[in-house]
């Protein structure tokens, strides 16, 4: 009986995500909204992971385990829509603004050299590894971190070559270019998942976004198989690299079928399996964290050396040793530690219990204002917010918001601050008519019930 609740809730969230997915597949301009984004995330840890889980391993979950673990991510999804739709509904047009031509060439300066910024930052942290590990005793963790300064610099150039024409555009984009592949190699030296993808995804979805055009559906589409194929891919090749094989071996073992199916069936590496044993464990023992986690991760900016004992990332009320301590017992084995995390729900229940919906129903709700202001207003603040939360979203729904904070506001504060710095050396007045993408001219009015696409019909 217990196995069959597990199912129905399993296809139901089959049904609900993939709706959301293909759904996207007929009308391109919703592929740049975060929940499609979320629901291929969805189903890959909830969907995939767990059929994987439950065929292999199913011995090493309870009925409670199973049907907890299934649920809380169903209601997570379902609250997430909730928020983004209530956020569409409640969207009203504003005045829209364009940045004219010597912005776009100030900001796409500025953000080629946060791109090499975020450079030098990425080659400190290959030189640390190089040496055998990090030299936190002697060098701050920021200057390991300032590779985060290249994403947000990414977008900025992305965004005003993209709205640039002619030799211009050309020019910029080369530039910007020739920039990301300094700034991206040492991650894709050392097959660094969560260095990778943000970069990859700001190339499908900036320039969409920039103009106001629906993105080419098989471009995207394509992009976004290739993006979860590198992701899956990295973790066979590092097996090889990281134990001083060469590539040319490493990709001899290399096997995209593998890459896709093998990581499933690896106990410890099925992110499914810790969220269900995560889940039990904190409803058997009451060890939440009431959001004292989370909040802690305010505070986490402040060095070592001066907070002596500092909590690790995301810690609150108990330690994450205690935690992980409590799931090994309950699970019969040390699952969380070493391997794989325990996903995006699991993390949030950690934190609220059973009003974890309602923490993804909120989240939905706050990206979804950001990207319908950026939409409806043009406003470079709104749309670099919104991008900043889809940059983060691997880290968030595969590992958690501790793993997402930091990246997260860096995306978010630095892109923000920097355009506040060019607007007070040079105004950001609006664009001639003439400018303004065809794509944006003639709108109807937004209601307060529905607002329409920013994109032109695809129908």
Same mark, same amino acid.
């Given at each position: ?178 920039? &990301?592949?300094?700034? %991206? $190699?040492? +991650? ?11 970069? =990859?995804? /700001? !190339? ?108 690790? &990332?995301?810690?609150? %009320? $108990?330690? +994450? ?11 019969? =084995?040390? /699952? !969380? ?123």
């Amino acid at each position: 009986m217990e196995n069959n609740i597990f199912w129905i809730l399993w296809v139901a969230t089959l049904l609900l995500a993939g709706w959301v997915a293909v759904d996207a597949v007929f009308k391109p301009w919703k592929l740049l909204e975060w929940p499609v984004l979320c629901s291929v995330m969805w189903l890959y840890f909830y969907v995939y992971m767990a059929y994987d889980a439950i065929s292999n391993f199913q011995s090493l979950f309870t009925p409670k385990a199973l049907i907890l673990g299934q649920l809380l991510p169903l209601l997570s999804f379902a609250a997430l829509l909730y928020g983004w739709n209530v956020a569409r509904r409640t969207s009203v047009q504003g005045r829209r603004s364009y940045a004219t031509l010597e912005n776009r060439v100030l900001i796409c300066f500025v953000g080629m050299a946060m791109i090499i910024t975020g450079a030098v930052g990425g080659y400190l942290v290959q030189a640390g590894r190089d040496a055998g590990g990090f030299d936190y005793e002697n060098t701050s963790a920021y200057v390991y971190l300032a590779f985060y300064v290249g994403y947000p610099g990414l977008a900025l150039s992305l965004w005003a070559a993209s709205l640039s024409r002619g030799t211009v555009r050309t020019v910029l984009l080369t530039l910007t270019f020739v920039a &990301l592949a300094i700034f %991206i $190699y040492p +991650h894709v030296a050392y097959l660094r998942r969560g260095p990778t993808f943000p970069a =990859i995804l /700001l !190339l499908l979805l900036v320039p969409p976004l920039a103009t106001g055009k629906a993105p080419n559906r098989t471009v995207y589409l394509s992009g976004l198989a290739i993006l979860g194929v590198v992701m899956l891919a990295y973790l066979p090749l590092r097996k090889v690299i990281y134990n001083k094989g060469t590539w040319a071996e490493a990709f001899s073992e290399f096997s995209v079928t593998d890459a896709v199916t093998e990581r499933g069936k690896d106990i410890f590496d099925n992110e499914y399996i810790n969220n269900c044993h995560l889940i039990e464990a904190l409803t058997d023992n009451g060890k939440y964290q009431y959001g004292t986690g989370h909040g802690s991760l305010f505070l986490h900016w402040i060095p070592s050396s001066i907070w002596k004992n500092k909590p690790m &990332l995301g810690e609150g %009320i $108990y330690t +994450h040793d205690e935690l992980f301590a409590d799931v090994g017992q309950s699970a019969g =084995i040390q /699952l !969380l530690g070493g391997g794989a995390a325990a996903g995006g729900v699991a993390d949030a229940f950690v934190q609220y219990g059973f009003l974890t919906p309602l923490f993804f129903g909120l989240f939905g709700w706050l990206v979804s204002k950001a990207y319908w202001k950026g939409r409806n207003e043009g406003s470079l603040f709104w749309i670099h917010s919104y991008i900043a939360f889809v940059c983060a979203t691997h880290w968030l729904i595969s590992q958690g918001v501790s793993a997402a904070f930091v990246p997260m506001l860096a995306f978010l504060l630095i892109p923000l601050a920097t355009l506040r710095f060019i607007g007070k050396i040079q105004p950001m007045s609006m664009g001639k008519p003439n400018e303004v993408p065809l794509s944006h001219q003639g709108n109807p009015p937004i209601t307060a019930t529905e607002p329409p696409s920013p994109f032109p019909s695809t129908r």
